[in-house]
């Protein structure tokens, strides 16, 4: 058995059934992925090339910055964490408070980062890519870094202010939780449900189209976790949702030939908002 699995002619078939099988699963992957991508047409070598340069540099900065001074809020005793074990129901409200605090936080200053002079001097360099990808999310200024990433420090020292120090267990949830939803809004890939922007109780929740749309088109959709205050102020763009529905449909004919696939509406460029 082990000679006729070590002889050459089992070998060459291993290596034709492995590159048949490779190319079939690449060739699934790539027509999966192309047919989920955004805006198909909207990568660019050079943008990601300056992203790169910005997200090293600037994460070196921001690093420096925001550690330095969670470092000394914690060792001044701003910052507290309540390490005994806590009922779930506390880490719940604890991350939720988080959640739509951060976002009420990110909405009102990002609609203020897109004023100028702060446009120019701040938020610019975060809308050099119009199609975003995942490297998007850290291509930011390290003053807007630290803007944003500045809540954090603010809700644990709050938190410990009044008496009420966040739990370990809710911090091990809100800490990672800026990075994951600044890779979901910038992935440039739409996988959600068609439905997602017309139920009631899903409409609120990001979708990556929102974000992306924000970078296609500037001055619409601001929120960075939920669409309520972009609801609320009457921001969200009027055809974000028929756009969301365009781009879901497209998906739905990935396996078939590029030639056989619905035309692609939603990624042509247009100069309306
Ligand atoms: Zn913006
Ligand atoms: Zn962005």
């Not at 129901?89 to 739509?100: D, K, S």
């Not at 004023?115 to 999310?137: A, G």
């Not at 609120?204 to 960075?224: A, E, L, R, S, V």
Request: proline share 5%.
């Amino acid at each position: 058995m082990i000679r006729m699995i070590t002889s050459g002619e089992w070998l060459m078939h291993l290596w034709l059934i492995g590159t048949v099988a490779s190319a079939i699963v690449l060739g699934f992957f790539s027509g999966f992925f192309r047919a989920h991508k955004i805006q198909p047409r909207g990568f660019k070598w050079k943008i990601l090339g300056f992203e790169l340069a910005v997200a090293v540099l600037g994460g070196f900065i921001t690093g420096f910055l925001l550690g330095n001074a969670n470092r000394l809020l914690t060792a001044h005793g701003f910052i507290l964490f309540h390490s005994e074990p806590v009922a779930w129901w506390r880490v719940a409200i604890e991350y939720v408070l988080y959640f739509f605090l951060f976002d009420t936080w990110f909405y009102w200053l990002h609609r203020w980062m897109h004023k100028e002079p702060f446009y120019s001097l701040i938020h610019k360099l975060h809308h050099k890519s119009t199609s975003p990808n995942l490297l998007t999310t850290l291509s930011v200024n390290p003053l807007e870094s630290c803007i944003n990433g500045g809540f954090v420090p603010i809700y644990l020292t709050a938190a410990t202010l009044i008496h009420l120090p966040i739990s370990t267990a809710a911090a091990a949830l809100i800490l990672p939780t800026n990075i994951i939803m600044g890779l979901y809004v910038h992935a440039g890939f739409e996988f959600f449900p068609r439905w997602w922007n017309k139920s009631w109780a899903t409409k609120w929740f990001i979708t990556t189209t929102f974000h992306d749309q924000h970078h296609k088109y500037f001055n619409w959709n601001f929120g960075g976790y939920t669409t309520i205050w972009d609801r609320l102020c009457g921001t969200n763009r009027a055809k974000f949702e028929s756009d969301f529905e365009k781009i879901c449909d497209r998906r739905g004919d990935w396996w078939r030939k590029p030639w056989q696939r619905k035309p692609n509406t939603v990624a042509a460029p247009s100069p309306e908002a």
